[in-house]
């Protein structure tokens, strides 16, 4: 069992910046592709980022490429997320989710956080 924990969400104007965390506990974090998604108002959730166990392959989704940066420290048991130049579309909540292959498909992941949510307005 791996759990998750989402942090770091909040209001933001456009064009602004955040750090999400995701602190994972209850297993071997470092074995772990850890991804990223988001789930705007009414719609389904969106893979927008993941890295592999030790940090050495990050991909993003044409969506967030060159905004947003995918770290992990697991000394920490810790994945960042760094938001920059954000847009009212990136709004949404935004969970990590932890598997085993180096891909966005939902599917592949087996353990998730409960979400932080993230708004961006003016």
């Known amino acids: 069992q791996l759990q998750l924990v989402e942090s770091g969400g909040g209001l933001v104007q456009p064009g602004g910046s955040l750090r999400l965390s995701c602190v994972a506990s209850?297993?071997?974090?470092?074995?772990?592709?850890i991804g990223w998604f988001r789930q705007a108002p009414g719609k389904e959730r969106e893979g927008i980022s993941y890295i592999s166990s030790y940090g050495g392959i990050a991909r993003y989704a044409d969506s967030v490429k060159g905004r947003f940066t995918i770290s992990r420290d697991n000394d920490k048991n810790t994945v960042y997320l760094r938001l920059n130049s954000l847009k009212p579309e990136d709004t949404g909540i935004y969970y990590c989710a932890a598997g085993r292959t180096l891909d966005l498909a939902e599917n592949l992941y087996d353990y998730w956080g409960q979400g932080t949510q993230v708004t961006v307005s003016s």
């Open positions: 209850g297993s071997t974090f470092e074995r772990y592709v």
